[in-house]
């Protein structure tokens, strides 16, 4: 039987891979950009065409990868307060697991993890205090890094757009016959720029955000209705965050375990 975690880290992961094809078509948009600066007659045409194509197959791309996103968080969620109050939560949970699809659900094992979350508290307040605070402490530092990363390739897009912008009109200046679909393969450049950008954006507040319920957590009274709404708080932030990517968190794994379990260490003594 596929645990919720196994399943929610599977789900997950099913949209992580589409997020590699969304990034891939982004940068066919900026080959062909590239190509217009050496092509002209119809092969602009085609150029703008395939360029058109890539960054609508991009956002349609993206309404699965956010559909994707959504039904694993609402797993991860409901495993959560399942881990938190040991309620099997049967009919949620059968509803949840009937929407997975059967390849996320065949892979689901292979992300079985029974240390997922550790808590030690006997108490189901706490163990969700407990859960939350490791939740929004290893994301927290990820958004942070994600943040960086989408800071360096807006400001590396930015700067290849101003060369194809700069090298782009001088062509339409000397070449105006063929100016439409030049100034239609620049426009399309702007859209991989914004949807970095906005990445930038969300992963800063998310990230400010979670280290401030991570402080709230820390010095809270353990009332079910004040976790929860915490809680509550916490699936608000993380639902309108773009996804991490696998590189950032294999690369930042082994210091917030070793961050993580020295934090746990210190609250201990």
């Not at 010095?219 to 965050?241: D, K, P």
């Amino acid at each position: 039987m596929a645990s919720l975690q196994g399943l929610s880290s599977a789900v997950l992961d099913s949209a992580k891979a589409k997020s590699k094809y969304k990034s891939g078509l982004h940068i066919l948009t900026f080959v062909c950009a590239a190509l217009s600066i050496f092509l002209n007659e119809h092969w602009l045409y085609v150029l703008a065409v395939i360029a058109l194509i890539s960054e609508l197959t991009s956002w349609f791309l993206s309404l699965s990868i956010e559909s994707k996103k959504s039904l694993g968080q609402e797993i991860l969620r409901l495993n959560i307060l399942q881990q938190a109050f040991g309620s099997k939560m049967a009919v949620d949970a059968a509803y949840l697991k009937s929407k997975v699809d059967k390849k996320d659900y065949l892979k689901s094992e292979k992300f079985d993890n029974q240390a997922y979350y550790a808590t030690e508290s006997p108490e189901p307040e706490k163990r969700l205090v407990d859960i939350l605070q490791e939740s929004c402490f290893w994301s927290q530092h990820l958004y942070q890094s994600c943040q960086k990363r989408a800071v360096a390739f807006s400001v590396f897009l930015s700067i290849l757009i101003i060369v194809l912008v700069i090298t782009g009109l001088t062509l339409i200046g000397s070449d105006s016959n063929y100016s439409v679909p030049r100034l239609s393969l620049l426009f399309l450049t702007f859209f991989p720029l914004w949807n970095s950008v906005g990445d930038a954006v969300n992963f800063s507040s998310a990230s400010n955000k979670l280290q401030s319920i991570d402080q709230r957590l820390s010095n809270i009274g353990y009332e079910q209705s004040s976790i929860l709404s915490i809680f509550a708080e916490y699936n608000v932030v993380t639902s309108n965050t773009p996804l991490i990517p696998q590189k950032v968190y294999e690369s930042e794994q082994s210091k917030l375990n070793e961050l993580w379990d020295e934090r746990i260490g210190s609250e201990k003594l």
